[in-house]
């Protein structure tokens, strides 16, 4: 149940338009549901002879405004509470009595009727739809001084979430007051008359979002939004430094055909030019300095190197968010910006659902823990790699890193989840969730052809190395879900084994490092997980291809007929392994 509060200043044009056809003629059968004192006239089902609903509506905003009248110069300017409260379309239709229920719980809740209070405000409740009223208050007492209304807003917001326990409705999620405005319904039809898919406020936030992630300085950031193709207007202070900015949409204008500029507060909390400012200075070193990517294979593409690099950035961010400490809330900052990059950077085939999961956690990113030593340098500077490294491809090399990088971000948006959980973040956790969700998608669509790959090439191994490894996983996960045991579920982990040995490292103590390096109980698949963690333990390239490469010599014994002597071919050496791989030189366990 969703209550949404507006004030004004015309209490008959609201009963106008309350009673009226709807902008899109969508209002059928208004009438009262509830008022002050249940005598109010119902200029929708007047029973009087010879009802005249223009008469009978100038009735009613004659007896709602007396007091307003009587008030004169005393009465607040703008002296209409208009409130509409819709129930979710998945609820029951409620009846008009347990709609006049909900109207006399709002009003007394927002302190402008108080239960037995003789000189409450007067108000009506209007019912034009199934799923939805419409209280309308004039804010002057009986006793003509004004309600006391502080916090009215998380007042009915509190009292819509008791109503929807009481009452069987879907439960909402309590907010905490750092949400992004959403759109006006006139952003909405506006959108809609123009064919948007979606308000102007939404696609600027985005962009505004996208041209932050991995921005090293003030300047980077505002070039960035100008190579967005977004109008920018930067705002000056009598000294001439800018204090703000706004931005616009090319085409976006209004009726005065000028552009429709949006301050960055306005488009979230934390977009304003202070709180970005505090956010490049605290979070990003030297710009000048190269981004720094992990040691790896010659042949590892710049995406790809970038992608490997992240993967470890943000475990680390997981870990930070298991330890339940309040420090991580800067990680969830960072780890927003390392979403967006990936999705500005991702394969069409995932594009939608990483832009998808960035746009759901943008509401993860932001709570009232403030953390005060945090340094989210290694993940701000993850993003900015992967962005200035480009895209990487939906296959080979590029592609399996994508895949690895997806399977360590569902951890970290469950991790996320629960660290608002624990605080009682409702709608952070719930969007943290949803993030998880689209990231389960993308990273289903991108790791297909590189999984499958390491299933057919685990399916080849000599039928005693197969078994070998397989006694490995076996051995080492005695309480694994059926699906990590036994073929043809533990091919590709049985693949990933045989290259690891054959890279000189322990497979079983390999297997059992990246089992102990995190849990696997909110795995979708754990032979999956396994195999990207054995893949970057070990420094393995993903692409199957070049996995399947290895020293092989054979020699052709001489042919007495032909007098032929002995010739020696030999394949192209595997790429040394990077340091740190060593099988006694191994990744301390996390």
């Given amino acids: 149940m969703v209550p949404k509060i507006r004030r004004g200043s015309r209490t008959h044009g609201l009963l106008v338009y309350l009673y009226g056809p709807g902008k899109r003629d969508e209002h059928t059968d208004p009438h009262l549901v509830g008022s002050w004192d249940g005598f109010a006239p119902d200029p929708g089902r007047d029973t009087s002879p010879d009802p005249d609903p223009k008469v009978t509506l100038a009735r009613l ?33 409620l009846t008009d009595a347990e709609w006049n229920t909900v109207a006399r719980r709002l009003v007394q809740a927002t302190g402008l009727a108080p239960e037995g209070d003789p000189d409450g405000c007067r108000w009506i409740a209007v019912r034009h739809a199934e799923d939805h009223i419409h209280i309308l208050v004039t804010m002057v007492r009986g006793d003509l001084r004004r309600p006391r209304m502080n916090y009215d807003f ?16 879907r439960h909402l999620k309590p907010g905490d007051g750092t949400g992004a405005k959403t759109p006006t319904s006139a952003e909405r039809f506006k959108a809609e008359r123009t064919g948007r898919t979606e308000p102007p406020r939404e696609t600027l936030r985005e962009a505004v979002r996208q041209a932050l992630a991995g921005a090293a300085t003030e300047e980077e950031f505002f070039t960035r939004l100008h190579e967005a193709g977004l109008r920018v207007r930067i705002r000056n202070g009598p000294s001439g430094d800018a204090i703000g900015y706004n931005v616009a949409l090319p085409g976006d204008r ?3 055909g000028q552009p429709i500029w949006f301050p960055g507060s306005k488009l979230a909390p934390d977009l304003s030019l202070p709180k970005i400012r505090s956010r490049l200075a605290d979070a990003m070193a030297d710009p000048t300095t190269p981004p720094a990517v992990t040691s790896g294979r ?5 995406p790809a190197r970038e992608r490997r690099s992240a993967t470890a950035v943000a475990e680390h961010a997981a870990i930070l968010l298991d330890s339940d400490d309040d420090e991580a809330a800067a990680h969830l900052v960072g780890f927003g910006e390392l979403l967006d990059a990936v999705a500005q950077t991702s394969p069409a085939a995932t594009r939608a659902e990483l832009g998808a ?9 932001r709570s009232h823990v403030r953390a005060e030593r945090a340094d989210t340098r290694a993940i701000r500077s993850a993003a900015r790699g992967i962005i200035q490294a480009g895209s990487a491809l939906g296959r080979g090399e590029g592609g399996g890193t994508t895949a690895m990088l997806l399977s360590t971000l569902v951890l970290v948006a469950l991790a996320a989840a629960r660290w608002h959980s624990a605080r009682g973040h409702a709608q952070q ?7 998880a969700q689209h990231l389960r998608a993308a990273y289903r669509q991108a790791a297909a052809t590189p999984m499958q790959a390491l299933r057919d090439q685990g399916r080849a191994l000599p039928a005693a190395e197969r078994r070998t490894h397989e006694a490995t996983i076996r051995a080492t996960l005695p309480q694994a879900p059926p699906q990590t045991q036994g073929s043809p579920r533990t091919d590709a982990l049985a693949a990933t084994l045989a290259q690891v040995e054959r890279e000189g490292h322990d497979p079983k103590a390999l297997l059992q490092q990246a089992v102990d390096m995190r849990e696997l109980d909110t795995a979708d698949n754990v032979n999956d997980v396994l195999v990207w963690r054995l893949i970057r333990l070990a420094q393995l390239p993903t692409h199957p291809v070049e996995a399947t490469r290895r020293p092989q010599t054979t020699t052709r014994k001489p042919n007495p007929a032909a007098n032929r002597t002995t010739t020696t071919r030999t394949a192209p050496p595997t790429p040394a392994r990077p340091t740190g791989t060593d099988p006694h030189n191994r990744p301390p366990r996390r």
């Avoid at 004659?62 to 509409?84: F, I, M, N, Y």
């Avoid at 999961?357 to 990113?365: C, L, P, V, W």
């Fill in 298 to 302: 010659p042949d590892w593409s710049p």
């Fill in 357 to 365: 999961a960035a746009r759901a956690f943008e509401r993860a990113t």
């Fill in 61 to 93: 905003a004659a007896a709602l405004d007396l007091r307003v009248k009587q008030a004169g110069t005393k009465a607040p300017a703008e002296h209409v509470w208009h409130c509409s409260v819709r129930t979710d379309p998945g609820d029951r239709t």
């Fill in 254 to 256: 209004n009726r005065d």
């Fill in 154 to 169: 998380k007042k009915a917001q509190a009292e819509c979430r008791r109503i929807e326990e009481e009452m069987g409705l």
């Fill in 429 to 435: 956790a719930a969007a943290s969730q949803q993030t």
